[in-house]
């Protein structure tokens, strides 16, 4: 009886599930011949209790879209930023550059322009900048970055405007050593500009010059002119040297004791004129 009963019980727990297949399959056909209207009504009663958490689901998803969306953004921007602010700062610093060659461009031509307009038109000077100073206590000088490349040559006089600055003592390839009128071995034969008395400039080497042979009997006075006189060939005439600041007489001494300010003051230049001199036994 148990043996029975004990095989039929498979049987029975098939019933539902048959039942419930057979219930899904009928409930199909039903849906597909169910007007579109009722469709839709069952399908929006069936998804409303789902509408919340979809909701839900949607904005949270929303969030964290647009939170990572705005945490790019926001290191995109600063890189962005930072890399606009590097080519801002090159782009100043080029046009400063480009700023400071347009004036001192500017300034060479202006200084050729009234070194031929007031001494000599046909004259064409070197342009030449300086690149160093030397000024111990027994040479004054400066070296310029022009040579025997660019047809520079020993004794060709350095100027700056009409004004005197001193000579090329030493030449290389593609620079030079100018001495200048500062320097204790230069002279330079010169005359005052009103008096037209002759003497010699001669460096004193700190920034000053004395005018040597200048005899007791003749009248100087303190802010006269000195220009260079053109005698002995190395120096042109009527180059502006420098103005008197001091005179002295003494009872022993038969000439006077003058000190000359030189009109051009070194120190202040970037660059200088160079001009050829014409004498060809004093070029190197």
């Known amino acids: 009886m148990f043996y029975g009963i004990r095989n039929l019980s498979p049987n029975l727990q098939k019933i539902p599930n048959r039942f419930s297949i057979c219930l899904l399959i009928i409930l199909s056909f039903l849906l597909l011949f169910i007007p579109e209207d009722l469709s839709n009504h069952i399908k929006l009663t069936a ?4 509408a919340p958490v979809q909701k839900t689901i949607s904005r949270t998803g929303n969030f964290f879209s647009n939170g990572v969306h705005k945490i790019s953004s926001i290191f995109r ?5 930072k890399m606009l602010k590097e080519k ?3 782009l100043q610093n080029e046009i400063i550059k480009q700023q400071n060659f347009i004036t001192l461009l500017n300034q060479k031509l202006d200084t050729v322009s009234k070194f031929q307009k007031n001494w000599n038109k046909e004259e ?8 160093g100073y030397e000024t111990s206590n027994f040479r004054r000088s400066i070296l310029i970055d022009i040579g025997k490349k660019h047809g520079v040559s020993i004794n060709d006089v350095v100027v700056f405007e009409t004004a005197l600055v001193g000579r090329i ?5 593609t620079t030079s050593r100018v001495m200048l009128i500062t320097d204790p071995a230069s002279n330079v ?4 500009l009103k008096s037209r008395i002759q ?3 001669q460096g004193e080497s700190n920034a000053r010059c004395s005018i040597k042979y200048i005899p007791r009997n003749t009248s100087v006075e303190e802010g006269d002119k000195v220009i260079s006189s053109g005698i002995g060939g190395i120096f042109p005439q009527s180059l502006y040297i420098g103005d008197v600041v001091t005179v002295k007489e003494k009872s022993a001494q038969l000439f006077k004791e003058v000190t000359l300010k030189p009109r051009i003051d070194v120190s202040k230049l970037e660059y200088v004129l160079v001009v050829k001199n014409k004498i060809s036994d004093l070029k190197e």
């Open 169 to 173: 003592s030493a030449i290389g390839f």
């Open 199 to 201: 003497g010699i400039v």
């Open 189 to 192: 034969p010169s005359r005052f």
């Open 124 to 131: 064409k000077p070197f342009i030449a900048n300086i690149i």
């Open 88 to 90: 801002i700062f090159n």
């Open 77 to 81: 921007s600063a890189a962005e930023n």
């Open 47 to 50: 998804a409303s209790p789902l």
